[in-house]
């Protein structure tokens, strides 16, 4: 029976407006778990969310269940078959400087392996396209030639559970499951990036570099851009950039949890961390 309440605890259920309002009040990381009546909440990972929300702290994370029919503000994820999580992130403005640098001395003690930057960082995908046919090397070098940092840079494959997590908002789209299983095909090179020089930040810097999302729009608008040089067709374009401030921090905590941020892109006080559909 006490388990039963500390489950019920981990995880609140949204069912009117009043809650969601207040539910967006929480400070720290909020995932929402947006089900439809017909298909019941993803069970799965409810002892996940509960073992992480223990490790966490249970003011910094929280976990909810939300019915699509129920709320208006969830209308677009009506009909959905998909598992649907959305994720809300609220600072805590209270917290002193004092507190916030002993928080980061603490992490960096418990994970020697963590990467941390005091500067506004981005996250860069070199794609599996692009990889297997031998061009990582020369991408880096362009990327290190336009004026950006490598703060960390890892070659690894990703799982499908990652990229169907990674691209949530593209998962009523026609192509997310070729895109899925392209993402997962083979190895893609990950890198942090930063920038010292030059009056653009770096997410607006890279995806300038990047070029137009198609390859072939980018041949004939921007030639030079690692789309156009690199890129085929869609979705093989070489490359990934994050599309903002928001969607950089939520990738690279994503794909980098020991990644460790400092002064970012000011933020909203709600962001909500969902990838355009424009990339």
């Given at each position: 029976m006490g388990s039963k309440k500390k489950e019920i605890a981990l995880q609140v259920n949204i069912s009117t407006q009043e809650l969601w309002e207040e539910m967006l009040s929480f400070k720290g990381l909020t995932v929402v778990d947006v089900y439809q009546g017909w298909c019941s909440p993803c069970k799965p990972?409810?002892?996940?969310?509960?073992?992480?929300r223990i490790e966490v702290g249970l003011d910094l994370l929280h976990f909810a269940l939300a019915e699509a029919d129920c709320l208006d503000v969830l209308e677009k994820y009506r009909g959905k078959c998909e598992p649907t999580f959305l994720f809300y992130a609220i600072k805590d403005e209270a917290l002193s400087e004092e507190d916030e640098h002993f928080s980061h001395e603490k992490d960096d003690g418990e994970d020697e392996g963590a990467v941390s930057s005091e500067k506004t960082c981005t996250l860069?995908?070199?794609?599996?396209?692009?990889?297997?046919h031998g061009k990582t090397d020369e991408i880096i070098m362009k990327i290190q030639e336009a004026g950006f940092d490598i703060l960390t840079s890892e070659e690894r494959t990703m799982t499908e559970a990652e990229m169907r997590l990674f691209y949530q908002r593209r998962a009523g789209e026609e192509a997310f499951e070729m895109l899925v299983h392209y993402m997962c095909s083979g190895p893609s090179h990950l890198l942090?990036?930063?920038?010292?020089?030059?009056?653009?930040?770096?997410?607006?810097?890279?995806?300038?570099?990047?070029?137009?999302?198609d390859p072939d729009v980018a041949r004939r608008e921007q030639p030079d851009?690692?789309?156009?040089?690199?890129?085929?067709?869609?979705?093989?374009?070489?490359?990934?950039?994050?599309?903002?401030?928001?969607?950089?921090r939520r990738e690279l905590a994503l794909l980098f949890p020991g990644f460790k941020f400092s002064e970012q892109v000011p933020e909203a006080p709600l962001a909500k961390t969902a990838l355009r559909s424009s990339r």
């Open positions: 990972v409810v002892s996940l969310f509960q073992k992480m860069a995908i070199i794609k599996p396209d692009a990889v297997v942090i990036l930063t920038r010292t020089e030059g009056t653009e930040d770096v997410v607006t810097a890279w995806r300038t570099l990047m070029g137009p999302c851009s690692l789309r156009a040089q690199y890129g085929t067709e869609m979705p093989f374009n070489a490359v990934h950039g994050s599309q903002d401030g928001g969607d950089a």
